[in-house]
C-alpha cells in the first residue's frame, strides 16, 4: 500500500486504510456488471422489468479492473461481483481471472441466483473466485417459479452441490423472507445446515422503490425467524464462516455443519460497522445502497482522470446510516440496479 491520503484538514482527515467522516474503514467494494436478471423476483424488480442500460453506458471488463486497480492501493481488499445476475453476462471467468490478478485483493466472491453455477462453477473456480452466495427463496419448484416470475426448471440444491464440489466456500444461501409468500418455510431452509455445510441467511424484507407494495405486513422480523428455526432445536450463537461476515448474526444448532445467520435492515440497522461501497453497472459508486449518493467514476476514468480524489471524496460524503425505515426509497426502483 501507498502513504497515507487525507481528506481535510486536522482531526476529520480521512487516511489510509480508507475511512469515512464516520471512522468506518472500507475495505469492501461490490461490482455490479449488469442490470439485466433472468428473474423477475417480487423483491427486486418490476414484472415488467427495468429499461435496461445501453451497452455503451456498462462498464467493460477492462474498465471495472482498472476501477479496482486504482482503489486497490487504497486499501480495497475485497470484492464481491453482483448483477442482475452476474452470470448471464458473457466470459465472467475472463472478470474473475482478471481481478484475482490485481495486486492487494485477497478475496472475491460472487452473488447469484445460482440458475447458471451448474455449468459455470468449476470455470469460475478456476479463474480464481473464492466463494459464492446464492438466493435461495424456496425449495419448491413452483414456488420458486412464483417468486422469480420466470419458470426456468431450477431447483437451488443443484446450485449448492455445484459450488461445493468446486470448492467455492464457504457457500450462503440468502432467504427473503415474506409472510404469507414463504415464511412457512423457514424450517425447512435452516434444516438444510444440519446436513450440508452452508450458511443460511434469512434477510428481512427491504421494501424499495417500486417494491414498496410489500407492505410491513409482509416483514417477518428476524427474532419470529430464529423461534421458528428454534423448533428444530436450540440454537447457539456461533462466529459464523470464516470470511466475509457482514452484516449477519449467526447461530449453530448442535453438531450441524453450516450455521444460520439472520440479516436485519428493518428491525436493527447495522450502518455501524458498514465497511462497503457498491460500483453500479454504469460506473457509479454509489457509497449507501439505500442512499441517493453516488459519485460517476466511468466518464472520469474513460478520460484518462485518476480515481483516487474521487474515492476519496466519496467516502468523505458516505451518510451515517440509511434512511430505507423512512423513506422506503433511497432513490432506487428496484434492489436490481445495484445487486443488493
Same mark, same amino acid.
Given at each position: 500500500?501507498?502513504?497515507?491520503?487525507?481528506?481535510? $484538514?486536522?482531526?476529520?482527515?480521512?487516511?489510509?486504510?480508507?475511512?469515512? /467522516?464516520?471512522?468506518?474503514?472500507?475495505?469492501?467494494?461490490?461490482?455490479?456488471?449488469?442490470?439485466?436478471?433472468?428473474?423477475?423476483?417480487?423483491?427486486? *424488480?418490476?414484472?415488467?422489468?427495468?429499461?435496461?442500460?445501453? &451497452? /455503451?453506458?456498462?462498464?467493460?471488463?477492462?474498465?471495472?479492473?482498472? =476501477?479496482?486497480? /486504482?482503489?486497490?492501493?487504497?486499501?480495497?481488499?475485497?470484492?464481491?461481483?453482483?448483477?442482475g445476475e452476474p452470470t448471464i453476462r458473457p466470459e465472467?471467468?475472463?472478470?474473475?481471472?482478471?481481478?484475482?490478478?490485481? $495486486?492487494?485483493?485477497?478475496?472475491?466472491?460472487?452473488? @447469484?441466483?445460482? =440458475?447458471?453455477?451448474?455449468?459455470?462453477?468449476?470455470?469460475?473456480?478456476?479463474?480464481?473466485? $473464492?466463494?459464492?452466495?446464492?438466493?435461495?427463496?424456496?425449495?419448491?419448484?413452483?414456488?420458486?417459479?412464483?417468486?422469480?416470475?420466470?419458470?426456468?426448471?431450477?431447483?437451488?440444491?443443484?446450485? =449448492?452441490?455445484?459450488?461445493?464440489?468446486?470448492?467455492?466456500?464457504?457457500? &450462503? +444461501?440468502?432467504?427473503?423472507? *415474506?409472510?404469507?409468500?414463504?415464511?412457512?418455510?423457514?424450517?425447512?431452509v435452516a434444516d438444510l445446515t444440519r446436513r450440508l455445510?452452508?450458511? =443460511?441467511?434469512?434477510?428481512?424484507?427491504?421494501?424499495?422503490?417500486? *417494491?414498496?407494495?410489500? @407492505?410491513?405486513?409482509?416483514?417477518?422480523?428476524?427474532?419470529?425467524?430464529?423461534?421458528?428455526?428454534?423448533?428444530?432445536?436450540?440454537?447457539?450463537?456461533?462466529?459464523?464462516?470464516?470470511?466475509?461476515?457482514?452484516?449477519?448474526?449467526?447461530?449453530?444448532?448442535?453438531?450441524?455443519?453450516? @450455521?444460520?445467520?439472520?440479516?436485519?435492515? *428493518?428491525?436493527?440497522?447495522? #450502518?455501524?460497522? #458498514?465497511?462497503?461501497?457498491?460500483? @453500479?453497472?454504469?460506473?457509479?459508486?454509489?457509497? #449507501?445502497?439505500?442512499?441517493?449518493?453516488?459519485?460517476?467514476?466511468? $466518464?472520469? +476514468?474513460?478520460?484518462?482522470?485518476?480515481?483516487?480524489?474521487?474515492?476519496?471524496?466519496? +467516502?468523505?460524503? &458516505?451518510?451515517?446510516?440509511?434512511?430505507?425505515?423512512? +423513506?422506503?426509497?433511497?432513490?432506487?426502483?428496484?434492489?436490481?440496479?445495484?445487486?443488493?
Amino acid at each position: 500500500m501507498g502513504g497515507p491520503h487525507a481528506v481535510g $484538514d486536522g482531526d476529520d482527515a480521512v487516511t489510509a486504510p480508507l475511512r469515512d /467522516q464516520h471512522g468506518r474503514s472500507i475495505e469492501y467494494l461490490r461490482i455490479s456488471v449488469t442490470d439485466r436478471c433472468n428473474f423477475r423476483c417480487v423483491y427486486c *424488480m418490476p414484472a415488467e422489468g427495468l429499461p435496461w442500460l445501453p &451497452k /455503451q453506458e456498462i462498464l467493460s471488463y477492462e474498465e471495472i479492473v482498472a =476501477v479496482v486497480r /486504482q482503489l486497490a492501493p487504497l486499501g480495497l481488499r475485497r470484492l464481491r461481483i453482483t448483477g442482475g445476475e452476474p452470470t448471464i453476462r458473457p466470459e465472467l471467468p475472463t472478470l474473475i481471472a482478471q481481478l484475482r490478478a490485481v $495486486d492487494g485483493i485477497e478475496d472475491i466472491a460472487l452473488s @447469484t441466483n445460482g =440458475v447458471r453455477l451448474p455449468e459455470l462453477a468449476p470455470a469460475l473456480r478456476e479463474a480464481g473466485l $473464492d466463494r459464492v452466495n446464492i438466493s435461495v427463496d424456496s425449495l419448491r419448484p413452483e414456488r420458486i417459479a412464483a417468486i422469480a416470475r420466470r419458470d426456468l426448471g431450477f431447483h437451488p440444491e443443484r446450485a =449448492v452441490e455445484a459450488a461445493l464440489a468446486a470448492g467455492l466456500e464457504p457457500v &450462503k +444461501l440468502n432467504m427473503v423472507v *415474506m409472510r404469507g409468500v414463504n415464511d412457512d418455510e423457514v424450517v425447512a431452509v435452516a434444516d438444510l445446515t444440519r446436513r450440508l455445510p452452508v450458511h =443460511v441467511r434469512f434477510i428481512e424484507l427491504m421494501p424499495v422503490g417500486e *417494491m414498496a407494495h410489500l @407492505t410491513d405486513a409482509h416483514i417477518v422480523p428476524s427474532a419470529e425467524v430464529l423461534a421458528r428455526a428454534a423448533t428444530l432445536a436450540p440454537l447457539l450463537e456461533d462466529a459464523g464462516p470464516a470470511r466475509g461476515n457482514g452484516p449477519a448474526r449467526y447461530f449453530r444448532f448442535a453438531g450441524a455443519p453450516g @450455521t444460520v445467520g439472520v440479516i436485519t435492515p *428493518m428491525t436493527h440497522t447495522y #450502518c455501524g460497522s #458498514c465497511n462497503r461501497v457498491r460500483l @453500479t453497472a454504469d460506473g457509479r459508486l454509489r457509497t #449507501c445502497l439505500y442512499g441517493d449518493h453516488e459519485v460517476n467514476l466511468r $466518464d472520469p +476514468l474513460r478520460h484518462g482522470e485518476a480515481l483516487e480524489p474521487l474515492f476519496v471524496r466519496a +467516502l468523505a460524503e &458516505k451518510p451515517l446510516e440509511h434512511e430505507l425505515l423512512t +423513506l422506503r426509497v433511497g432513490g432506487l426502483r428496484a434492489l436490481s440496479q445495484v445487486g443488493g
